[in-house]
Nanobody
Framework: QVYLRESGGGLVQAGGSLRLSCAAS????????MGWYRQAPGKQRESVAT???????RYTDSVKGRFTISRDNAKNTISLQMNSLEPEDTAVYYC??????????WGQGTQVTVSS
């Protein structure tokens, strides 16, 4: 079992910044992919950004150039620096970890609200 604890959500005005953090604990494989998904009301959950233990990153097109994902492998933590936030970024953000065996774990989510 893997446990994911998120922090850093909140309310911010459009154009502002927030930083999300996620700490993983439990049965974490040496090689894994961690990342952030989000789900807005009435919409499907979507991948925002992911990062492998090797540092390979992927971003959804709508956040490229605004969001940056990073990780500390020694501490099993990831962060998501979100700049130039837009109202369309409002959602519940979920931390996720996929172990090398393919099993996927989720955090409980943290609310990000961007006011216009």
């Amino acid at each position: 079992q893997v446990y994911l604890r998120e922090s850093g959500g909140g309310l911010v005005q459009a154009g502002g910044s927030l930083r999300l953090s996620c700490a993983a604990s439990g049965s974490i494989f040496r090689y894994n992919t961690m990342g952030w998904y989000r789900q807005a009301p009435g919409k499907q959950r979507e991948s925002v950004a992911t990062i492998t233990t090797g540092g390979t990153t992927r971003y959804t097109d709508s956040v490229k150039g605004r969001f940056t994902i990073s990780r500390d492998n020694a501490k099993n933590t990831i962060s998501l620096q979100m700049n130039s936030l837009e109202p369309e970024d409002t959602a519940v953000y979920y931390c996720t970890l996929v172990n090398a065996g393919g099993r996927n774990f989720w955090g409980q989510g943290t609310q990000v609200t961007v006011s216009s």
